[in-house]
């Protein structure tokens, strides 16, 4: 039997991230990721603090964080352009407690950061982006699915506890008792309604290694009762799957193990048989183990930045985003799918939500009894000429009690924007949190501002 990595050793007594011995250690990139000193975040805070408060210009204002975006670039995003405020040192991790399974930490801490540091306590973020560089900050403000969504939802699900800080320069902890609406209010918008300085969120148990098991389908219906079968028996830690084709559809499965075969970490066939990996490598599959799966095809492309933006058609871009449709309603709507669009492959995550979004307007879940969703991500679907077919999607979707992620391309009128999107949420917290509106509104921001509209 091939041994655990070695450093995955569990410990049970260290309650703060004190390992390192008063001494910040450095994540993969270069950058610190562990904060010894309890000041150093407050003194971090002050100066967001005094920066925007100081501030007299009325232009938009964004985030300047480390890590590169993973949003799709947009050829004439004139966001580029907006005023920065400097957030490129939070990125510590504050503290895991390995009693209670939590950790605290800065916005700007990568996913692959925040791995290294929770599995040599046995445990690991709930929901882990497949892009390394993914920040915990914009997995929050821009969503994020991975295959234990059907489980946890999305990252934000698993959080306890947010530190904000208003564009007027107020420091703000919300959490579901203590300011419940800008709490939840905080996913999805964008980073419109403040600035996410600290978070605070789950961890769960992990192992060494992920056992992942390919099964082929040949039917939409068996596929996703399977899922739907995983998920009531909750008898796998891992779910997603991919449709190559209406008539050839693979279910992957992971669960967590202590042990593997000496053969392990050999990647299984293109999405046959089994396989065992690390539980890292399975985190971050995108690296080229295991099964491709959603957003596989821009990954590497979005990494080469400004230069791909000018390669962008822009009035014609290709087709990649996530939608996500309610599982009962995936048939009918994938029928639609393969009669307008029918690009392949289709990534189909399962995710259930915590709760019914806050930030969602109330029609977009009337009839709708489900608890679990699919998402379903298409990447690269190049757009014949007179054919917009975000705006199809976007159409489409109002009748299938749908929702699109808002990272991608969009090209709603405002009214219907919100229509999907909650105005009078966002509203009320938009007057306590960015009364001047410097932060853009979340329309103007992701519908307009990105799309180069004035
Ligand atoms: C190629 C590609 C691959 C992807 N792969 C996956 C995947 O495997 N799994 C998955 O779940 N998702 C994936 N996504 C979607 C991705 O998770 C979201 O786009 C996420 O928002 C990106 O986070 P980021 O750290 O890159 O933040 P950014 O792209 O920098 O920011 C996203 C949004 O969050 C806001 N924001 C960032 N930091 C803060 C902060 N501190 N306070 C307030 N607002 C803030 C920004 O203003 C921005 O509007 C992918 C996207 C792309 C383009």
Redesign the pocket.
């Known amino acids: 039997m091939a041994s655990p990595p070695a450093r995955f050793v569990a410990t049970s007594d260290l309650v703060s991230v004190r390992a390192s011995g008063g001494v910040p250690r450095r994540g993969r990139a270069g950058r610190r990721t562990v904060c010894s000193d309890p000041f150093e975040h407050d003194r971090k805070v002050a100066r967001v603090v005094h920066d925007l408060r100081a501030r007299r210009s009325i232009r938009p204002l964004?985030?300047q964080?480390r890590?590169?975006?993973?949003?799709?670039a947009r050829p004439h995003d004139r966001r580029r352009t907006d005023d920065k405020l400097d957030?490129r040192d939070?990125n510590a991790i504050l503290a895991i407690d390995p009693a209670a399974r939590t950790c605290v930490a800065e916005?700007?801490v990568?996913f692959v950061d925040l791995v290294a540091a929770t599995l040599p306590y046995g445990l690991a973020p709930a929901?882990v982006?497949?892009?390394e560089?993914?920040?915990i900050?914009?997995?929050?403000?821009?969503?994020?699915?991975?295959s234990t969504s059907f489980r946890h939802g999305?990252?934000h699900d698993t959080c306890l506890a947010y530190e904000v800080v208003t564009a007027t320069g107020e420091v703000l902890t919300c959490t579901p008792d203590d300011d419940p609406l800008i709490f939840e209010m905080?996913h999805g918008t964008?980073?419109?309604l403040?600035?996410?300085?600290k978070l605070t969120f789950r961890l769960i148990p992990a192992r060494p290694w992920v056992h992942v098991v390919h099964q082929r389908f040949d039917q939409l219906d068996a596929f996703l009762a399977a899922m739907r079968a995983h998920q009531r028996a909750d008898d796998v830690d891992f779910m997603d799957g991919m449709i190559h084709a209406p008539d050839e559809l693979v279910l992957t499965v992971g669960r967590f193990v202590d042990e593997a075969p000496a053969s392990a970490g050999a990647p299984a066939g293109r999405d046959t048989g089994e396989a065992y990996l690390t539980t890292e490598a399975y985190y971050f599959r995108?690296r080229g183990v295991g099964h491709g799966?959603?957003?596989f095809r821009?990954?590497a492309l979005?990494r080469i930045g400004q230069w791909f933006q000018r390669l962008v058609r822009a009035d014609r871009p290709d087709l990649?985003l996530?939608v996500m449709v309610p599982l009962s309603r995936a048939p009918t709507f994938l029928a639609w799918y393969q009669r307008t669009i029918g690009h392949y492959p289709v990534g189909c995550t399962p995710y259930r939500p915590g709760h019914r979004y806050e930030w969602l307007a109330p029609a977009v879940f009337a009839g709708v009894t489900d608890d679990l969703y699919v998402d379903l991500a298409v990447a690269g679907a190049a757009q014949p000429a007179g054919r917009n077919y975000y705006r199809e999607l976007e159409r489409a979707l109002a009748g299938f009690g749908g929702v699109k992620?808002l990272?991608?391309h969009n090209y709603y009128d405002e009214h219907e924007f919100w229509r999907t999107w909650n105005q009078p949420n966002y509203a009320r917290v938009k007057r306590r949190t960015d009364p001047h509106n410097v932060l853009r509104d979340l329309y103007d921001?992701t519908c307009r501002a990105s799309q180069g509209r004035a």
């Open positions: 964004v985030r964080k890590a590169a975006s993973h949003m799709v957030i939070l916005p700007g990568t929901v982006p497949e892009l560089t993914i920040t900050g914009g997995a929050v403000a821009g969503g994020s699915i991975e999305g990252f905080m964008f980073g419109t403040g600035v996410l300085t995108d799966k959603r957003w821009v990954g979005r990649t996530d992620t990272g991608s921001k």
